[in-house]
């Protein structure tokens, strides 16, 4: 089973600020399989990013991501009021059980 | 519009059963691999379990091996999620999810609201 470490635990900061929010791998996510969501207190997930870089439909392009191997990177480039929320990654490069990062939450200083 | 609905939550006693169910909308049901993804109060996403298309493949994570079971009725567009001898870390909010990418490596385009299971005497 691949184990996801998401860093830092709570990332405080301003609207307009950039947040850089980690996911590692405790082994090679094949493919690059590994998808982030975002999710509003009381709401389901929303997909942001698959195939680690690209886009889902409707995504601000604000948003990206990045990494390969072990090492991915959701970025938010300037954030706007409806990002403050907690953010997961999802590796679904190998069989199941397919997993999830514990969670970034992303709050306002 | 991709809708997915789930229903059948609720309290529970330790040891006792519950069906869920999810009916899904705007989208070729038989088309997609589905799957159960619980969050407990104030914790993060746990996949639980998934089908394939046509229901012939299922998966499970070893805390619900042997307990849950996973089903699909493509006439009706509707995921079940049988779970038995409950305990009270299954307590949760169910989320419904479509998969989308090669059995069984999904991610998930859209979810359902959830439906709360509390298992507690």
């Known amino acids: 089973e691949i184990v996801l470490t998401q860093s830092p635990g709570t990332l405080s900061l301003s609207p307009g600020e950039r947040a850089t929010l980690s996911c590692r791998a405790s082994?090679?996510?094949?493919?690059?399989?590994l998808a982030w969501y975002q999710q509003q207190p009381g709401q389901a997930p929303r997909l942001l990013v698959y195939?680690?870089?690209t886009r889902a439909t409707g995504v601000p392009d604000r948003f990206s991501g990045s990494g390969s191997g072990t090492d991915f990177t959701l970025t938010i480039s300037r954030l706007e009021p409806d990002d403050f929320a907690v953010y997961y990654c999802?590796?679904?490069?190998?069989?199941?059980?397919?997993?999830f990062g514990g969670g970034t939450k992303v709050d306002i200083k | 519009e991709v809708q997915l609905v789930e229903s059948g939550g609720g309290l529970v006693q330790p040891g006792g059963s519950l069906r869920l169910s999810c009916a899904a909308s705007?989208?070729?049901?038989?088309?997609?691999?589905m799957s159960w993804v619980r969050q407990a109060p104030g914790k993060g996403l746990e996949w639980v379990s998934g089908?394939?298309?046509?229901?012939?493949?299922?998966y499970y994570s070893d805390s619900v091996k042997g307990r849950f079971i996973i089903s699909r009725d493509n006439s009706k567009n509707t995921l079940y999620l049988q779970m038995n001898s409950l305990r009270a870390d299954d307590t949760a909010v169910y989320y419904c999810?479509?998969?989308?990418?090669?059995?069984?490596?999904?991610?998930?385009?859209?979810w359902g609201r959830g439906a709360l299971v509390i298992v507690s005497s």
């Open positions: 705007g989208f070729t049901f038989n088309n997609f691999g």
């Open positions: 999810a479509k998969g989308v990418g090669i059995r069984p490596r999904w991610y998930f385009d859209f």
């Open positions: 082994q090679s996510v094949s493919s690059n399989y």
């Open positions: 089908t394939g298309y046509n229901g012939a493949d299922t």
């Open positions: 195939g680690a870089a």
């Open positions: 999802q590796q679904y490069g190998s069989s199941p059980p397919l997993t």
